[in-house]
């Protein structure tokens, strides 16, 4: 029994991340989730005590599937970290050429609508980045030791790539336009020394 509730509850929010990677997490009400979903109001509650809640569990999944990826990216596969590094940044540029962020990355997505309307979705959303933050770190540091990189501070080094991409994406969305995300890769190659 608890697989299949499991699977329910995962379905409610998968089914909730797509619609609101299009429309955003006020522009979707409990119906259309719920329609969508083609599951009965009472299964929505069964698992989740309102919109919020639900808000909240939609970024700790979200970001616990990210987070898993992210730690495949740099799993040490015999390359040099800063080469690994250089990959997740590509990616995140080809990823933009596919179609626009804010329709895959719910961080750009939501960042700036639901940190002012629910403190436990903007506590998610800060955990979560927090998160990436730390394994690009992590990453950051690795190749310090290894020699791929030039001796940053990685912490910071991190947090200021990731604000960067973050941003850049942004002005993509605002500019429908990539040239934000290519100068951001070519700001990460100057910071991080590659070429």
Same mark, same amino acid.
């Given at each position: ?10 379905? *409610? ?6 619609? *609101?990677?299009? %429309? ?6 409990? /119906?259309?989730?719920?329609? @969508? ?13 309102? %919109? ?44 933009? %050429? ?24 903007? @506590? ?13 770190? /992590? ?33 993509? %969305? ?11 890769? /070519?700001? @990460?190659?100057? *910071?991080?020394? *590659?070429?």
């Amino acid at each position: 029994m608890g697989n299949h509730q499991n699977d329910v509850r995962q379905h *409610i929010l998968d089914t909730g991340k797509a619609i *609101i990677l299009g %429309k955003g997490f006020t522009a979707v009400g409990l /119906a259309e989730l719920l329609t @969508t979903a083609k599951v009965p109001k009472g299964s929505f509650y069964y698992y989740f005590s309102s %919109k919020d809640q639900f808000g909240e569990a939609l970024l700790e999944s979200y970001f616990t599937a990210y987070l898993k990826a992210l730690d495949a990216l740099f799993l040490d596969d015999g390359s040099p970290a800063g080469e690994r590094l250089m990959r997740y940044w590509r990616r995140w540029l080809d990823i933009q %050429k596919q179609g626009p962020c804010q329709e895959q990355c719910l961080v750009v997505k939501l960042g700036a609508e639901v940190s002012d309307l629910s403190e436990p979705m903007r @506590t998610a959303l800060h955990r979560g980045t927090d998160g990436v933050i730390g394994r690009l770190a /992590a990453c950051v540091a690795e190749g310090v030791a290894d020699g791929s990189l030039p001796a940053l501070d990685p912490a910071p080094t991190a947090q200021a790539l990731y604000q960067l991409w973050l941003g850049a994406s942004l002005l993509t %969305k605002v500019r429908r336009d990539p040239s934000a995300l290519t100068l951001a890769l /070519a700001t @990460t190659e100057v *910071i991080l020394g *590659i070429k």
